[in-house]
């Protein structure tokens, strides 16, 4: 059974880092495409970014610029690096992973961006 666990979230100041992590167990996924979204209160859930198995990556609009992400096939994690984080970028965030025939979903791990 796949099992995605988040991990990285807290709290931090307008302007500060965070590095988000995602790891997977009981399958290497090493074919899916591994994914973070955002949802804040009152709103849809969101991609903010995307990388496949070859490496190839994506990231969001209004992300672009600040965050990335990266991926250890070897450690089966996939990070979200976020910088000059703002208030709007404050949400649950979860990872997920898109296997063709499953999708799986970590449980989320909270990011509130406030002084």
């Known amino acids: 059974q796949v099992q995605l666990v988040e991990s990285g979230g807290g709290l931090v100041q307008p302007g500060g880092s965070l590095t988000l992590s995602c790891a997977a167990s009981?399958?290497?996924?090493?074919?899916?495409?591994r994914g973070w979204y955002r949802q804040a209160p009152g709103k849809q859930r969101e991609l903010v970014a995307r990388?496949?198995?070859?490496?190839?990556?994506m990231v969001a609009d209004a992300v672009r610029g600040r965050f990335s992400i990266s991926r250890d096939i070897s450690e089966n994690t996939v990070l979200l690096q976020m910088n000059n984080l703002s208030p709007e970028d404050t949400a649950t965030y979860f990872c997920?992973?898109?296997?063709?025939?499953?999708?799986?979903w970590g449980q989320g791990t909270q990011v509130t961006v406030s002084s």
């Open positions: 009981g399958n290497k996924l090493s074919q899916a495409i």
């Open positions: 990388i496949t198995p070859s490496g190839a990556s």
């Open positions: 997920n992973a898109d296997a063709g025939h499953y999708v799986y």
